[in-house]
């Protein structure tokens, strides 16, 4: 305990900077956490994490922007995370000063080691605030750490929403206390901290440690004992895991001299199983994201110079055959240079759909910050500006074939799932009050993925022809349409009653399509149309770009929800035939008297499960309830139309004739998903298919 004293107080001789801190009487504390404090003899790193007080939330705003170089020398920074001019704090008459509560500063020391620090005000914990809005240049949003267990380490994971904003930088969602989530096990006690938190508990506070320091603490603590029901223990920290045995016990000591006497203790290391590859995950309230629908994204939009595009037609491009995705078959693709100006070049599938994707993605713009608009060739190719990376499916497809066990490309799917319900919500937000004006006819384009396919069985016509190949025998289409379904246990109709119900739910003019808000989006934003920037800075947030944009535009909002909830939730059984064999779901099947009976074990993984919970909380959560109060309507009444486009998805949208196993599994989920009435309806089918849902 004598020797961590004085590694405490050798770093508040050597490591503040006490000239600057007379410069700067507005700074009243000074958190350090990071390697040189919690294992200064374990790893190489020399990492520097801490938290900087100051009196008032102006204070804030003259450090940073008018006093950078003092913040600075103070925390030993010489390369900051992003350039002066791009990362400015909001003035306090801009709009976005209301937004943020705190300031993330970072960037790297005199040895490339990094340094960051949040910058915080007394303000706020006067105020007793539970809930952190943190204006950030770099985009984290998900945050799977470690903490040991008895025989190796357990994985648990934050998921806490932000607002992008135009100039690239964001506000993060962030809270003091995330309470567990109802879908998760409650092995780490009933809350975890949030991240900043984690840091001010865990974290020693070399400058102003009375009144201020250990108040902060304090008041941080008192809050998790109220949400978790008992004390904090230095287990609960996220950050245990990089702690020194004599930090351990000095941290030990300064939790229980700051916590009542009479508490239950919260978790100690033996309390957590002894192993899992299971992280278990808590989310952030989805109501922290509060998305601005009035930035001005237009001007985000690439497109390819004017003079670039006549280069290529004048045939002065070198063209490069890339590797083709598994994710985007359906069109030609190439890349090709003029000079030093990569282009992606993408043949459509007829000029209709190019004009379509060209319409699309001007109108996107409007609406979405994470758009290329194309050019059109003579020959009629699409031109893009280059984009290096990939779609989100292939990086799932990557973390499934490598064994699951790879926490940055975890991360990186939540952090685009965020992402992709950030801006569909958005543009939701945004169109809402131009819905009104829409045409509520039958034209929508969206229509091509659910209607036209249906009419007349022609997309299961095309897909299986005359018949249906199973267990070697072949099913004529009528019979096989006319057969009794049993999955699991429980009896379902034909899928001839289950479709000609379905068409008349999602028939242009019906009552539900009629009745359902008209809203502008993306209309088939599942994993394979969003991409991520394949080697993201580690000082900037990775790239992410949103593609094809075919069915872009103003429709019934529902059938815009429904192929990237169904895609990316059930991606396993979706892109069964690509999934490792021993991955694969086992699915039984036979056939006995005219019924078609299939048994499988819902086996949902943890990513399938927290894909959901984003979706669930960050996108039709708040879809809800700002077409309540915006419109005085229910989306509860246009559940069916919800339903019925997710029995499509999983019955129209692949075809399955090469893998039976695939083709009995996709249709048995696709028949229980069918027929919801309500919210509460379809999350117990969700139910029924392995997750955990809750209204």
């Not at 952030?284 to 237009?298: G, K, L, P, T």
């Not at 990775?542 to 872009?552: A, M, N, T």
Request: glycine share 6%; with cysteine; net charge negative.
């Amino acid at each position: 305990m004598a020797a961590m004293q004085q590694t405490i107080e050798r770093l508040r001789e050597t490591f503040i900077q006490h000239e600057v801190l007379a410069r700067r009487p507005e700074i009243i504390a000074i958190f350090l956490g990071g390697s040189q404090l919690y294992n200064p003899q374990g790893d190489n790193q020399r990492d520097w994490d801490g938290a900087i007080i100051v009196n008032t939330k102006h204070d804030i705003f003259t450090l940073v922007n008018d006093h950078r170089q003092d913040l600075m020398d103070l925390i030993g920074m010489e390369t900051e995370e992003c350039p002066t001019t791009e990362f400015q704090v909001p003035y306090p008459s801009s709009p976005l000063w209301s937004k943020f509560d705190a300031v993330r500063f970072a960037g790297l020391g005199k040895s490339s080691e990094k340094r960051g620090v949040k910058i915080m005000s007394w303000e706020y914990f006067s105020q007793g605030r539970t809930s952190l809005n943190i204006f950030s240049y770099k985009d984290r949003r998900t945050y799977i750490n470690v903490r040991p267990s008895p025989s190796g380490l357990l994985p648990f994971g934050i998921i806490n929403q932000a607002s992008t904003l135009p100039d690239r930088s964001v506000i993060l969602h962030d809270q003091l206390v995330f309470p567990t989530s109802e879908t998760s096990d409650k092995h780490l006690g009933q809350a975890i901290f949030g991240v900043t938190a984690d840091l001010l508990v865990s974290a020693a506070c070399l400058v102003g440690r009375e009144p201020y320091g250990l108040e902060v603490k304090r008041k941080i603590l008192e809050h998790y004992a109220l949400v978790a029901g008992q004390q904090a223990s230095f287990a609960t920290l996220a950050r245990c895991c990089r702690f020194s045995s004599p930090y351990k016990q000095w941290l030990s000591e300064e939790l229980g001299d700051l916590q009542p006497v009479g508490v239950p203790i919260g978790p100690e290391l033996h309390d957590f199983p002894s192993s899992t590859d299971q992280p278990i995950m808590s989310f952030a309230h989805a109501d922290r994201a509060q998305i601005s629908v009035h930035e001005d994204f237009s001007e985000c939009a690439k497109v390819l110079p004017v003079e670039v595009c006549w280069q290529f037609d004048e045939g002065l491009a070198s063209q490069h055959h890339g590797d083709q995705s598994l994710f985007a078959a359906r069109s030609e693709q190439y890349t090709s240079t003029i000079g030093e100006t990569e282009i992606f070049c993408k043949q459509p599938l007829s000029a209709l759909w190019a004009e379509d994707e060209i319409e699309g993605a001007l109108l996107t713009s409007n609406f979405y910050p994470r758009v290329q608009i194309p050019r059109m060739s003579i020959s009629g190719l699409l031109l893009y500006p280059l984009f290096q990376g990939k779609a989100e499916s292939e990086i799932r497809l990557s973390y499934i074939k490598e064994g699951r066990s790879n926490w940055d490309t975890a991360e990186s799917l939540l952090y685009l799932e965020l992402v992709k319900a950030e801006d569909t919500l958005r543009g939701y937000k945004k169109s809402l009050a131009q819905s009104k004006e829409i045409d509520s006819g039958s034209d929508y384009k969206i229509q091509r993925l659910f209607h036209s396919r249906l009419v007349d069985d022609v997309r299961l016509r095309e897909y299986y022809g005359p018949g249906i190949q199973l267990m070697g025998n072949t099913i004529p289409f009528d019979e096989f349409l006319g057969m009794q379904w049993k999955i699991n246990g429980v009896h379902y109709p034909p899928l001839r009653k289950l479709l000609d119900a379905t068409c008349e739910v999602v028939k242009p003019g019906g009552p539900q399509i009629s009745s359902c808000p008209v809203l502008f989006g993306h209309g088939d934003a599942h994993g394979g149309n969003i991409m991520m920037s394949s080697e993201p800075s580690p000082h900037s947030s990775p790239e992410v770009l949103f593609v094809d944009f075919e069915v872009s535009g103003f429709h019934p909002v529902m059938l815009d929800l429904a192929k990237p909830l169904y895609m990316d939730v059930f991606f396993e059984s979706f892109y069964m035939d690509l999934i490792p064999s021993g991955d694969r779901p086992k699915v039984e099947y036979q056939i006995a008297e005219n019924t078609l009976v299939v048994d499988f074990t819902p086996d949902v993984d943890w990513l399938s499960q927290a894909i959901l919970d984003i979706k669930m909380r960050y996108l039709i959560q708040p879809l809800c309830e700002e077409i309540r109060d915006k419109l005085n309507m229910s989306l509860e009444d246009n559940v069916p139309l919800l339903s019925s486009a997710l029995f499509l998805c999983a019955s129209l949208a692949k075809n399955f004739a090469k893998d039976e196993e695939g083709f009995l599994l996709s249709f048995a989920i696709g028949i229980t998903l069918a027929g919801a009435k309500s919210w509460s309806d379809l999350y117990s089918r969700f139910e029924k298919l392995g997750f955990k849902a809750s209204t």
